[in-house]
């Protein structure tokens, strides 16, 4: 199923940046607010999406409380596509839903992204951007490098799915406006809540392509992980 879109004209597309959970893996840290290489874990995912050329308004959800320094946050590092900041909902699917209401518009395309993936590059912006306005939905993706079993309840293995075939997804997750909130519709009705964007598009019945990712576009989930992007970071400042 494909919506009406148009290749001639680079559509107004709108980011959406989610960064309303609550870091329950981080010991205590707010992953948000860590800070890689000087700069805030939600402003380098922010940055990405200002310095893309794709990219025309940025919206950012985020825990109620952290509203007012976000703002600060924003005028401070000059982010001037950064058009409107809400909070976030009980669920992912909710918080996604209302920062994708609050677009311009104008909007033809949602840029959903994890705001604690700071090292997301614009060659991933773009690649998912292009394979969105070809295919209507798409999503940064990475080869599975390791080997993975299906287990059953009582912790035996079932199955070893080809690894060929398996993929780590990412985000961005780029899709078309109309589908996604078409997409929203369909499972409002049918009571399902997704925690994964590209689920949601796929319970519509609408294929969602997989573009390249990047094995450094990481999720800050662990401390472990700020060690890791900070090492990321440090080799940037290096080339």
Known sequence: MFFNRSKDLRPYTTAVIVAAGNSERMGGIDKQMAEIGGIPVIIRSVMAFENNGNIDEIIVVCR????????????????????????????RQ??????????????????????????????????????????????????????????????????????????????????????????LEKAKEEGKC?????????????????SQGDYQNIKITTPDDLVIAQAIAEEEEIY
């Open 64 to 91: 109620e409380n952290d509203i007012p320094l976000f703002m600060d946050m924003v005028k401070d590092f000059e982010l001037l596509k950064v058009s409107k900041i809400t909070k976030g909902g009980e669920t």
């Open 94 to 183: 909710e918080s996604v839903m209302l920062g994708a209401k609050l677009a311009n518009e104008e909007c033809q395309y949602l840029a959903i992204h994890d705001g604690a993936r700071p090292m997301v590059t614009q060659e991933v912006i773009n690649a998912c951007m292009e394979d969105a306005r070809e295919y209507g939905a798409a999503t940064a993706g990475v080869k599975c490098k390791d080997t993975i079993k299906l287990v059953n309840p009582e912790g035996f293995v079932e199955q070893t799915p080809d690894r060929g075939r398996l993929y780590i997804t990412q985000t961005p997750q780029i899709f078309e406006r109309e589908l996604y909130f078409k997409a």
């Open 194 to 210: 997704f925690t994964d964007d590209c689920q949601l598009v796929e319970n519509f019945g609408h294929s969602v392509y997989l």
